[in-house]
């Protein structure tokens, strides 16, 4: 196992957790295509510079925006919580301190010089 790649305990959680193709042609690892994904967004990289042993980038790219769009990652960001919650490792309470949300200086949204209302300057011409 590899740096930025699942080990064999997170392999088997996330596994079943991912959807099955039975339609076309055979079909990249989808463990090698997840550590490609894993490694792409913890190096930081593009998706041209993913490591070929992961294979294509086009690949990996597709089966991204594939199993984002189908929930995947979000199924198993929930598992990952619920087994978390469940062993206790999750504290749930959540502060927010006021004083360090900035609003943008136009958020206001008060006029600039004067009143709220405009007066009418007559008539319109057509």
């Given at each position: 196992?590899?740096?930025?790649?699942?080990?064999?305990?997170?392999?088997?959680?996330?596994?079943?957790?991912?959807?099955?193709?039975?339609?076309?042609?055979k079909r990249l690892d989808d463990r090698r295509v997840l550590n490609g994904i894993v490694w792409k967004f913890r190096t930081?990289?593009?998706?041209?510079?993913?490591?070929?042993?992961?294979?294509?980038?086009?690949?990996?790219?597709?089966?991204?925006?594939?199993?984002?769009?189908?929930?995947?990652?979000?199924?198993?960001?929930?598992?990952?919580?619920?087994?978390?919650?469940?062993?206790?490792?999750?504290?749930?309470?959540?502060?927010?301190?006021?004083?360090?949300?900035?609003?943008?200086?136009?958020?206001?949204?008060?006029?600039?010089?004067?009143?709220?209302?405009?007066?009418?300057?007559?008539?319109?011409?057509?």
């Amino acid at each position: 196992m590899r740096r930025h790649e699942l080990s064999d305990a997170e392999w088997e959680f996330v596994r079943p957790l991912l959807p099955e193709s039975s339609r076309g042609r055979k079909r990249l690892d989808d463990r090698r295509v997840l550590n490609g994904i894993v490694w792409k967004f913890r190096t930081g990289t593009a998706w041209r510079d993913v490591p070929e042993r992961y294979g294509p980038w086009a690949t990996l790219h597709t089966r991204f925006r594939r199993w984002a769009a189908d929930g995947t990652f979000d199924r198993m960001l929930r598992a990952a919580q619920a087994q978390a919650d469940a062993a206790g490792d999750v504290d749930w309470l959540v502060s927010l301190d006021s004083t360090v949300v900035r609003a943008h200086q136009h958020a206001a949204g008060a006029r600039k010089g004067g009143s709220a209302t405009r007066p009418s300057a007559g008539p319109e011409v057509a």
